[in-house]
């Protein structure tokens, strides 16, 4: 349970960056010799990306994350033979 948590947690996180990002984008026309802070919002994104897709991988992995699917094979053949 923990692990869904952290991957809501991360994407709600990755989506306020990409707002943040755009705030910034929008904020920092006139002054784009000394604003960074756009290059450090996609550098946050960056990271929380990198995370959200580890956790993914980890995930599917360990088995703690799982499809239930109809197109997926393992549901098709559990359902056609129930133990």
Not at 22 to 45: G, P, Q
């Amino acid at each position: 349970m923990w692990l869904k948590v952290v991957i809501v947690v991360l994407f709600i996180a990755l989506v306020a960056s990409l707002f943040t990002g755009l705030a910034f984008l929008f904020k920092d026309r006139e002054n784009e010799v000394e604003s960074r802070r756009l290059w450090n919002a996609l550098t946050v994104r960056l990271v929380l990306t990198v995370l959200l897709v580890g956790f993914l991988i980890f995930g599917v992995f360990t088995g703690r994350l799982s499809s239930n699917a109809p197109w997926d094979a393992r549901y098709q053949t559990e359902a056609a033979n129930p133990n």
